[in-house]
C-alpha cells in the first residue's frame, strides 16, 4: 500500500474572485516555495486533454448541512500503463462534529465523498527468457507474450473536515480500492499549526 508522511507549510500570498494563490514548500526547507494557484473552493486543476478541469472539489460554497454536488472527468493516457482513466465522485456535507489534530481541537464541518474509477489498461508485451540444459548443453529461449487492452475498476473514499475560521480543512483523509475492494493508496492531512492572515476568504 502507497503511503507518504511529509510536513508542508502552505502559506496563502493573494485571493481573487476566481483564485487563491499559495505558496507550498516543505517544513524547514531552505528551498523557495512551489508558487500555485487553487480554486476559490480549494479547487484543484489541471490540464486533462488540452483542457484545464477541476479534478478534485472537496469544497462547494455556501456549505450547508446535506448539500451535495458531483465531479466526473476522464482522461485520455494519463500514464504509460493506461490508455483512460474515468473518475466520478459524489461529495456530501454530513453536518458539524469535534475533530482533533496536532494544531488543537476544533468544531468541523465534515465533507464525505465516494466515488468510482475506471481505467483501460493500454496494450503492452512482455519478454520472458529462460534457459534450457540437455546433455552439457544450454540453449536460450525467449518468449514474447503481447497483452490485449483490458478494462479495470475500484473505489474511492474522501473525507475533509472544514473550519470556517481556518477557512480551509484541518483533516483530509482520501482512500483509493483497486477492483478487489483491496486499499492500495491512502492519504492523509492534519493541520499541526495555523496563522491567520489578513487576507479576505470564506
Not at 510536513?7 to 487563491?20: G, S, Y
Not at 486543476?45 to 448539500?67: C, H, I, Q
Not at 466515488?115 to 540444459?133: D, F, H, I, K, P
Amino acid at each position: 500500500m502507497r503511503r507518504r508522511h511529509e510536513h508542508l507549510e502552505i502559506k496563502v500570498t493573494r485571493v481573487t474572485q476566481t483564485a487563491i494563490f499559495i505558496a507550498t514548500k516543505a517544513a524547514g526547507s531552505t528551498q523557495p516555495p512551489k508558487e500555485m494557484l487553487v480554486g476559490p473552493d480549494w479547487s484543484r486543476m489541471r490540464d486533462v486533454n488540452g483542457k484545464e478541469t477541476v479534478v478534485n472539489r472537496p469544497l462547494a460554497f455556501p456549505l450547508s448541512d446535506g448539500k451535495s454536488w458531483e465531479l466526473v472527468y476522464t482522461e485520455q493516457n494519463p500514464n504509460k500503463s493506461h490508455k483512460s482513466e474515468k473518475f466520478a465522485t459524489h461529495f456530501r456535507v454530513v453536518g458539524y462534529e469535534a475533530v482533533e489534530v496536532p494544531a488543537g481541537s476544533y468544531r468541523a464541518l465534515k465533507i464525505e465523498s465516494e466515488g468510482n474509477w475506471e481505467a483501460t489498461l493500454a496494450a503492452a508485451q512482455s519478454v520472458v527468457q529462460g534457459a534450457q540444459t540437455a546433455q552439457g548443453d544450454t540453449t536460450m529461449v525467449t518468449r514474447a507474450q503481447s497483452t490485449g487492452e483490458r478494462q479495470t475498476s475500484g473505489r474511492l473514499y474522501k473525507a475533509f473536515w472544514y473550519v470556517p475560521e481556518v477557512k480551509r480543512w484541518v483533516k483530509s483523509v482520501e482512500e483509493y480500492y483497486s477492483s478487489g475492494g483491496v486499499r492500495n493508496e491512502r492519504y492523509l492531512q492534519e493541520l499541526e499549526s495555523f496563522k491567520p492572515s489578513d487576507s479576505s476568504m470564506r
